[in-house]
């Protein structure tokens, strides 16, 4: 009999011996980045051997039309769908054979505990081993009848060869050289929360593995030209085709300016440091410094000098994203290339809730450089479901560029460090902290839990504090007093300043601010010298709004522009004034970079001049539960009460972090904040030693330990942001003919157009909280591209020409709060 995996819609079959053979050979590639190719092999082999069953065959061959209703094998495909077991029947033979075999040797229950949950989950994402409850979830899955697991069933089916081929598989080498890996990552000297998160995270890195094969190889069999294309893709590229073209580029840059001169010697900097082996680095260069050109120097000499395979930068605002791809496109890619060698990947329009469609859908990151954003890491590191999860093993033998670190939302701390930790030393990776804010991820308060371990002479460039004194070109004015600022006087504060200097950038703390200003200043100006800028405005929208502020400001045109933080980090514009909100100096010193940023100003007599910063504090700020940015202006007056004579110094900056940190210190494993929960209890403890869980038992001290980690409940609780939002795509600009293309497509024989809609779609998407969503989905004006994708569209209520998405907008005023 021929045991079917998957059956197209067109008809043909693929055989699940085929299917999990085929799994096995690509999640042991993937799992050889940590030399756990073996055991990457095994989890294909055995994901879907609950197939073999019956039940299964008579289920997929119903879906099929393949048996008649009358048949006495055909079942009802709605009651029955998602209820019968294919993942647990793998789980419980791979748990007997090692057990049974190898029943005395002392670190066999965790190897056989990593393999056995992977399988057990890779339908819907990571297990827990004990729930918050106490209750082993991982025995009573292994416990499962044998009548709903239908093991014994499978076990016969299989056929001898492949029962066999397993069998042989599982041996004394195979055992010895996967715990030899795993006590490498369980190092003797490391706090035992750590090493149990490491051990925890190479469960994660395999189950990545595992999912990321399945679905490339359901892909593959789906859309056969699929298969093709990626082996085709990958003998496109090369590093010494990159290289050659950042070179060429970099040899046409103009050198005569000074500040010219000093970008270029960081790049310098940057390639003398690529022949070290992969590590732990730091990239500490002023606002303004060029670090996206000299970080992309280092990545691509060294992934090249460590036979590296991409290179990710991961960055904080999607309004950074679009500028630095682009940046990196005019470099990399040449008229004729076949393949972009950028991706771009940062958008939430892939719905949380998975269907089968939406699952071949989603990215995976396999391109040479790839720019996405610190949530979409987060998600993929700590988040649910396997969605994200199929991304983590992208993350070893890779370079990872972290733009505007400062930015890392501080309860996810300790997670990052331990993460980070673990791929650069456990996977051939090398991790780059950039910004000209270093917080102080290697001297947490708390380094029991977790902080950056840099590798030895981790800075790239040559000497940071000299390097900030030459890159001075703003004075920065505390203008900040009590009881504060109010609305008028602020919009006469900023109208002079504008007046005076013909350009002036406001930057603002909320979304709600940007828009009283906006409309306030607009009541004095032309319409066309004012700007507005905030998350309510898709990314296409905000790209075009640069791209018209760049060309006035480059012709000295009067231009004022309102914004809210997303403007400040990273965003290549330069103003001669800035009026920044009182915030986290972090935050003042990148809204500071926006401004004289070339060092373009110049006196009467034509000498250099500096550029003007201004921090007011409004009377009548309303930040809500924004306790980052209560925290943070906290923080920044007390350093603007110690007298530095210049707030912008590596030593003002350190002093800032240093009293940020002492204040935050005990939010920085991610609490959680249910009543019933122990107030101690924290996602970093749930993902390691979870001895908090009533359930807990201390691990035997020779031998590594048996996992305990509540996995699906850490992904329950976290959240890379605040307030959870949902994808929709706007109707501005091409994103209308995005819409309409979209919604008439063929989900299943056009899936290759819906892949590249969706991500084409990112660009003029926005992210909406969960409570407008739904608010907005009662009033008829957001609407599913096609039913149970998870995609959405907006139809009316965005203003093309200023605010975006506008909450007060009379469309709106009866559906949202």
Known sequence: MDYIAHIRTTGERQL??????????????????????????????????????????????????????????????????????????????IWKLLLERYPAVGNVHCVAQILA?????????????????????????LAKADDLTHYTECLENCGEVFREDIQSQVNDEFLRSFIVVLKSMYPADA??????????????????????????NSIEFDNPKAKALRLKRVKQFSWDTAIERLEAYLSTLDTTKSINRLRAQISLDCLNKAASPTGLFKLSVPTGGGKTLASLRFALQHAKLNKLDRVIYIIPYTSIIEQNAHAARKVLEHAGDEFSWVLEHHSNLEPELQTWESKLLSQNWDAPVVFTT??????????????????IHQLARSVLIFDEIQTLPVRCMHLFCNAINFLTQSANTTAVMCTATQPLLDRLSKPELGQLEFSPGAELVEDPTALFASLNRVSVEDLCKQP????????ELVLDTYKKNKTCLVIVNTKAWAKRLFERCGEFLPADNIYHLSTNLCAAHREDIFKEVRMRLEA?????????????????????????????????????GRCNRNRELEDESGNAALGHVYIVNPEDENLGSLVDIQL????????????????????????????????????MAYQLQEKSLDKSENIVRLLSTNHANMAYKQAPAKNLPQLQQSFADAAKHFKAID???????????????????????????????????????????????????????????????????????????????????????????????
């Open 16 to 93: 699940l011996h085929t299917h999990l053979s085929e799994v096995g050979e690509l999640a042991a590639g993937f799992a050889e980045k940590v030399g756990l190719a073996e055991a990457g092999r095994l989890l294909g082999l055995l994901h879907d051997f609950g197939k073999y069953s019956n039940s299964f065959q008579a289920y997929i061959k119903s879906a099929n039309a393949d048996l008649d209703r009358d048949d006495a094998e055909f079942v009802d495909l709605v009651a029955m769908k998602g209820k019968i077991d294919h993942s647990t029947a793998g789980t419980q033979f």
């Open 117 to 141: 949950i992977c399988i057990a989950s890779h339908h819907g994402g990571l297990i827990n081993f004990l729930d918050q409850s106490g209750d082993n979830r991982f025995n009573i899955r």
């Open 191 to 216: 706090k035992q929360t750590i090493a149990f998160f490491y051990l925890g995270f190479c469960t994660r890195f395999l189950f990545s593995c595992l999912v990321d094969a399945d679905r490339i």
């Open 374 to 391: 610190m949530v979409q890491f987060l998600e993929a590191l700590f988040g649910g479901g396997t969605r994200g999860a199929r991304r």
């Open 484 to 491: 504060g600022w109010t609305e008028s006087e602020i919009v």
């Open 556 to 592: 000295k045109r009067p231009t004022l522009c309102i914004s809210t933080q997303l403007i400040e980090a990273g965003v290549d514009i330069s103003f001669a004034s800035v009026v920044r909100f009182l915030a986290g100096l972090d935050s003042i010193a990148q809204a500071a």
């Open 632 to 667: 943070g202006q906290a923080a920044t007056r007390r350093v603007l009460g110690e007298g530095f004579s210049n707030l912008l110094s590596p030593e003002a900056i350190e002093r800032y972090f240093f009293y940020y940190f002492s204040d935050r210190k005990d939010d």
């Open 723 to 817: 307030a959870p939002t949902v994808g929709v795509i706007t109707p501005y600009g091409e994103g209308e003919e995005i819409i309409k293309e979209l919604c008439g497509l063929d989900r299943y024989t056009e899936r290759d157009r819906m892949r590249e809609l969706l991500a084409r779609a990112q660009k003029f998407s926005i992210s909406v909280y969960e409570c407008q969503f739904k608010k907005m989905c009662d009033a008829g004006v957001v609407h599913e591209v096609q039913e149970a994708l998870g995609a959405f569209y907006l139809t009316t209520g965005y203003d093309k020409e200023n605010l975006g998405l506008d909450p007060e907008s009379e469309v709106f005023s009866s559906a949202i709060a």
